[in-house]
Structure formats: structure tokens, C-alpha cells
């Protein structure tokens, strides 16, 4: 940790993830793997003002104990600045988020302030987490899942899949996208999670929120599509006239043969020999009008 002695008066404290006692009106601070700057000056009324990089073109907003207070579009470099005045003077939850093109929310920043009377405080170098998606809730094991999201333009973006049981390394484009497209073959059945985070020359981020896929056996897509098929050969099967429509002429029909014997195979819609209530109810069910 390193900081520069200057003549003041005023302190900044920051506790919880990030916790350094500022005696100076500069100085900077490294918690776990992400590095911001903490300046402070005399001001005639307290402000504190928020600066750092995320997606480029992305919504950015403020958080103070859980509520926003400020939101601005970042730069097409992924800049942002974001500031609260006439806050009074005490300690304060703060938190810093993206939100995509796509309408992702990012990881979120966050941190606590402690700012005296008199002072504006500079909070800066702040990089924002990537955002995270897949294009699938479900995937059958051995077909390829997406995931994506934006960052810092040309940045590099490690996701994590399972915790660490698989890391992938990609890099962001210019404009902040990034994908991967995870071949889940390998992967076990069940449900999967995927975070990222992203590193640039002078600084790595906290964590995208997680993003959760189950990958499921391909025995269970099949099952679905015959049972659609199934749906599809009854409901055909109950438009006795073949005029394509279930409606009153189907149900007569139905009606002529209940709890008759020798029912047609061709009436009998759930096959038991009998017309009964069940076959009224299967017609019902694909009755078009």
C-alpha cells in the first residue's frame, strides 16, 4: 500500500471490503485484486464524485445504502463519472453497476465512505465487472452454449465455470462485447454456473453476477418432441369429418357413440374400447371452434 504524505486536515475512512484509514489528501488503496484512488480536498459544501471505466456505451449507476442517486451513459472509451452534492457529512454504503445494451446487469462495486465536513472526495479508478449471459436456460449435453456479455474495450475476460472447474480466457472486442461458445459435452448433467471477471494492464475487477444453465440428458428433448407428436396425431384423429377443425359436428359424432359397443378404433380417442368422459375431455382439449 502505498500513499503520499501531504498536509491536511480531513480523513477518509474505507471499511468493509475495502478498510484504510486516510490521513493525507492522497492516496491509493489495494483490496484483494481491485485497485481504486481515494483523493480528498477543502470544499465549501461535501460532494463526493465517482470515476472509472466499464462497458463502453452501457448505462452506469450510483448506489448509497441500496438506493440510486446517480446514473450516466459511459463514453464510447468506457469512462464514466458519476457525483452526489450536499451529502452530509458521515458514512455511507456505496455501489457502482453497468447495465448492457442488452439490458445486463453488471457485478456491482461497492464499498463504504466515511467523508468529514468540509471536504469533496475523489473516488476514482474504479473498474466496473463485466456483464454475463448465456443464450440457454437448458442445453443438451453435447451442444454448444453462448455465453457472453460487455466490459472494458479490449479487455481480458476470464469466466469461470463451476467455481474454477473450468476457466476460459477471451478478449473483449473494441466495442466491449465478448463470447465464448462452451461445447458442454464434458460437462456433467445438472445445473452449471458461470461468472467472469476482467483484467486490464493496471487493474482486475470483482465478479459479473452469476449466470446459471442446466444441461440436460438428450433423451428428455426427444421425449417432449413425442410427446407434442402424440398431442398432435390425437387432436388430428378427433376432427372425425376431416375438415381440419374439432368443434359441435366432432362432438355430435362423439356423442352418437357413447357408451356404445364396438366402437370404431377411429372414435375411441384414448384407445380403452369405450367412449366415455376421457374421450369427451381429450376433445375438449383440442376443440378449435
Not at 493525507?24 to 465549501?44: G, K, L, N, Y
Not at 458461470?194 to 475487477?205: C, L, R, W, Y
Not at 357413440?257 to 376433445?283: A, M, R
Request: glycine share 6%.
Amino acid at each position: 500500500m502505498l500513499f503520499r504524505k501531504k498536509s491536511a486536515i480531513y480523513s477518509v475512512v474505507l471499511v468493509g471490503l475495502f478498510f484504510l484509514t486516510i490521513s493525507s489528501v492522497d492516496a491509493q488503496t489495494v483490496v484483494e485484486q481491485e485497485t481504486i484512488t481515494v483523493t480528498a480536498r477543502v470544499a465549501p459544501e461535501n460532494t463526493i464524485i465517482f470515476s472509472g471505466d466499464a462497458c463502453p456505451s452501457c448505462q452506469v449507476f450510483l448506489l448509497m445504502s441500496g438506493s440510486i442517486e446517480d446514473s450516466s451513459t459511459s463514453l464510447g472509451d468506457g469512462s464514466f463519472q458519476l457525483s452526489i452534492e450536499d451529502i452530509p457529512a458521515g458514512t455511507y454504503q456505496f455501489g457502482v453497476y453497468a447495465v448492457d445494451l442488452n439490458s445486463v446487469q453488471s457485478g456491482t462495486s461497492s464499498f463504504s465512505v466515511t467523508i468529514s465536513q468540509g471536504v469533496i472526495v475523489f473516488v476514482s479508478d474504479i473498474l466496473v465487472p463485466p456483464t454475463l449471459q448465456s443464450d440457454h436456460s437448458s442445453i443438451v449435453q453435447g451442444e454448444t452454449i453462448t455465453l457472453s456479455g460487455y466490459t472494458v474495450p479490449s479487455g481480458s475476460v476470464t469466466i469461470d465455470v463451476d467455481s474454477g472447474d473450468l476457466v476460459i480466457q477471451v478478449n473483449a472486442a473494441s466495442d466491449g462485447e465478448f463470447y465464448y461458445q462452451l461445447d458442454t459435452t464434458n460437462l456433467q448433467i445438472g445445473t452449471h454456473s458461470a461468472e467472469a471477471f476482467v483484467k486490464t494492464a493496471t487493474d482486475t475487477s470483482g465478479n459479473s453476477r452469476i449466470v446459471e444453465f442446466e444441461v440436460i440428458e438428450e433423451e428428455e428433448e426427444e421425449d417432449e418432441e413425442e410427446d407434442e407428436e402424440d398431442e398432435e396425431d390425437t387432436c388430428d384423429q378427433a376432427d372425425y369429418n376431416d375438415n381440419n377443425k374439432v368443434n359441435i359436428v366432432d362432438f355430435s359424432i362423439l356423442v352418437y357413440w357413447y357408451e356404445k359397443n364396438n366402437v370404431p378404433s377411429s372414435i375411441d380417442l384414448n384407445e380403452d374400447d369405450d367412449v366415455d368422459i376421457t374421450d369427451f375431455s381429450i376433445l375438449i382439449y383440442c376443440w378449435t371452434g
